[in-house]
């Protein structure tokens, strides 16, 4: 039987153990930030050269110029035709979902005329450029390019493009279907920090883009931190978490392997379940003990389990909808009759899933919602990924003479009192004036 934590709000350390088992340590792992550091001042100092030491140093390809690093159009839809069937179904039909969701995310320009005539307004235009990162070694991920380059297309992004690593020259053919099908312009075969560094500072051969946006592992997340504000980035992401709130009236079964869908991520990745019925909380430990053992990353699930996975016992459903709140998950299941009702409890929670059927793995692959989720409490303050994170907004100003005579004094009076003279006499001088006038 594998270990996992139970708790009891009733327990006299309750608070400490859940701030305990839901922290994570987010302290720098210095030689990471030392490696990263070195490797982004390489690629912003010496461009293609190092972008190619680096590609051979740790991923073991060697090439003569960074160009041969760009895999040509042809193969990328031969990746595509080449699929077996099924799965060349599947992937399509997921990005048909997440286009119909994303399509209604898109912000509109707007604007309105007071009656002056001063006219104000948002003028809403896509990123022009965005660079997408794609892990390639242990895993493949096609769905978290769907994720992240279909909306970047449905905001009017002009060029997307996308760097996967392929360790001894190996890439994955499910995620290069997946760049044909999500329209992905370029593709180059760098990973880690050095591709960061490449679409962040650009290089003789790769151009810088705006934004970078899609997962990676420790050496990606540090270097997506050290460039944004050189380039945007979607967000800095910790392990995968899911909070499951259950009644007690779904099938044990079902709960567990809900908790083993992310546990089986990482071993720091986190799954929890709450829920009023200490009977139910025993039959789904008895469920997790007799699943776990076929499972292929059994292993992982097991540790990750042990470290930060735990069964919650609480009063009622109103307490769990508090502790769900004070946890913020990625995603949360509300696996209860009536979870319309709860729904409004809950106000912190990056993807939620509504009723017994909504496992949180068809939100992973092809509901339709996005999956690059805020984790680690950033639920409170962050959304999830979407066509919004590659627009951008502009404010639009254009006074009326008349206006202008109004503000003018407004302004003359703030500016004043903020000791700017420049500014109160910039508004000052339109002050009763025409174009033709001199002041």
Request: hydrophobic letters at 40%; one cysteine or more; aromatic letters at 6%.
């Amino acid at each position: 039987m594998p270990e996992i934590a139970r708790l009891s709000t009733t327990d006299p350390d309750f608070d400490a153990r859940l701030k305990a088992l839901t922290a994570f340590d987010t302290t720098f792992d210095r030689k990471v930030e030392d490696d990263v550091a070195a490797i982004l001042a390489g690629v912003s100092a010496r461009g293609d050269a190092a972008v190619l030491e680096y590609t051979e140093r740790f991923d073991r390809v060697k090439v003569a110029r960074v160009a041969d690093l760009e895999l040509p159009r042809r193969e990328i839809e031969k990746a595509r035709s080449g699929l077996e069937g099924g799965e060349r179904a599947a992937l399509e039909q997921a990005a048909v979902r997440i286009r119909k969701y994303h399509g209604r995310q898109a912000a509109k320009s707007w604007q309105f005329t007071e009656a002056d005539g001063t006219t104000l307004g948002q003028r809403v235009t896509p990123l022009e450029r965005v660079g997408m990162y794609v892990p390639g070694g242990l895993a493949a991920y096609p769905s978290s390019v769907l994720m992240n380059a279909i909306p970047a297309r449905i905001a009017g992004v002009r060029e997307l493009i996308m760097c996967v690593p392929t360790p001894n020259g190996k890439s994955h053919p499910l995620v290069l279907a997946a760049a044909a099908i999500a329209e992905v312009d370029r593709v180059f075969t760098i990973g880690g920090a050095q591709a960061i560094a490449a679409l962040a500072y650009g290089t003789q051969t790769i151009p810088q883009v705006d934004k970078i946006v899609g997962p990676g592992n420790a050496w990606v997340v540090a270097a997506k931190r050290r460039v944004f504000g050189t380039v945007g980035i979607d967000m800095i992401s910790g392990p995968t978490e899911i909070l499951v709130i259950c009644d007690g009236e779904t099938a044990p079964d079902w709960i567990a392997m809900d908790l083993f869908s992310q546990a089986e991520h990482h071993e720091t990745s986190q799954a929890i379940l709450v829920s009023p019925d200490k009977a139910f909380l025993d039959r789904v430990e008895e469920s997790i003990g007799r699943l776990l053992a076929g499972l292929p990353r059994a292993e992982i699930i097991e540790q990750s389990l042990a470290r930060r996975g735990a069964l919650i016992k609480v009063k009622n459903l109103d307490e769990a909808c508090d502790i769900a709140n004070r946890i913020a998950p990625e995603h949360l299941e509300l696996s209860v009759a009536e979870p319309k009702k709860w729904l409004k409890k809950i106000r912190h929670a990056g993807a939620i899933f509504l009723g017994r059927y909504s496992s949180e793995a068809l939100g992973d692959y092809c509901a339709g919602p996005n999956h690059v989720l805020p984790t680690s409490r950033t639920a409170r303050f962050s959304s999830p990924l979407g066509v919004y994170d590659f627009q951008k907004r502009s404010s639009i100003i254009d006074v009326s003479r008349k206006g202008a005579q109004t503000l003018g004094k407004l302004a003359m009076t703030l500016a004043k009192s903020e000791g700017f003279q420049a500014h109160a006499r910039s508004a000052e001088l339109r002050l009763g004036k025409t174009l033709k006038e001199k002041p």
